[in-house]
């Protein structure tokens, strides 16, 4: 069956081999892993990881395209749940820990990587395809130009790990940016102090992201006092863009 790729879904397909077989290597599968890819879409990376497991479980919207996956499902090794995975509780899924794995499209990478905290306790690893710009900005330092809201909450969370520049043409259709395939692994206890409340946390951060180029001593006005910044070492003068995640984290718990 020919599939025209969806706008709405943000579809482009992996069709590369070479970048297939890259991608299945850096997972380095072991046949019992209870992987969960999400996005589907033809199947490209599914049926190159199926061979080194014994089950996948994928999540795909696109109901064509569920169809094509259930008819080429001789071997019933995949179970296909039919969902919007910006929704799914990944709590259902039996077996833990999860192997999260997809080809994430621009448009819910975000939404959907912050969905996926909510269930960090379970997750072993992730490996996701996003343009190159959003693994940047996961990946970036303090004070440097991609450093954001995004990069303090997925290392907050997780250790974030590059792992191959995918072009563009290794898509169809083609998108208009480049691409990149990134590990993120959750953190223990022992690597990171946790935030007492992680809502707080997260409403912190992204407060003080709203205006990156304000004083902390006015964005953070209303949650934390320049007596409060100063007692976790952290001048009231800074932009949100120079504070380390541990920093956050210490005004966090301090309030």
């Known amino acids: 069956m020919e599939h025209k790729a969806r706008k709405r879904f943000g579809q482009n397909f992996l069709h590369d081999a070479g970048i297939i077989q890259e991608i299945v290597a850096n997972l380095q599968l072991q046949s019992r892993d209870h992987c969960v890819e ?6 490209a990376l ?4 199926l061979p080194y497991l014994q089950h996948l479980d994928v999540i795909e919207i696109d109901r064509d395209l569920v169809q094509v996956l259930q008819d080429a499902n001789q071997a019933n090794k995949l179970t296909i749940y039919s969902a919007d995975v910006l929704k799914f509780d990944f709590n259902q899924l039996q077996a833990k820990p999860l ?41 970036a330092e303090p004070d440097t130009e991609h450093y954001g809201r995004l990069s303090v909450m997925v ?5 974030v790990i590059p792992l191959l520049i995918v072009p563009a043409s290794a898509f169809t ?10 590990r993120l692994v959750p953190k223990t206890a022992m690597q990171i102090e946790r935030a007492h409340d992680e809502k707080l946390f ?16 006015n964005t953070l006005k209303g949650l934390a006092t320049v007596e409060q910044l100063e007692a976790v070492g952290i001048d009231p003068h800074a932009r949100a863009e120079t504070i380390r995640v541990e920093q956050y984290v210490k005004l966090t718990n301090s309030l």
């Open 38 to 43: 999400i996005g589907p879409g033809l199947g």
């Open 99 to 139: 192997r999260i794995v997809g080809n994430l499209p621009y448009n819910i990478s975000t939404p959907l990587i912050f969905h996926l905290f909510d269930f960090i306790a379970s997750i072993q690893d992730m490996h996701f395809m996003l343009q190159l710009e959003v693994v940047e900005r996961m990946a």
């Open 155 to 159: 290392q907050y969370y997780c250790d």
């Open 202 to 217: 997260s409403q912190l951060v992204r407060t003080a992201f709203n205006q990156r180029r304000k004083m902390l001593r």
């Open 173 to 182: 259709p083609a998108p208009k940016v480049t691409s990149a395939v990134v």
């Open 46 to 49: 599914t049926f190159a990881m």
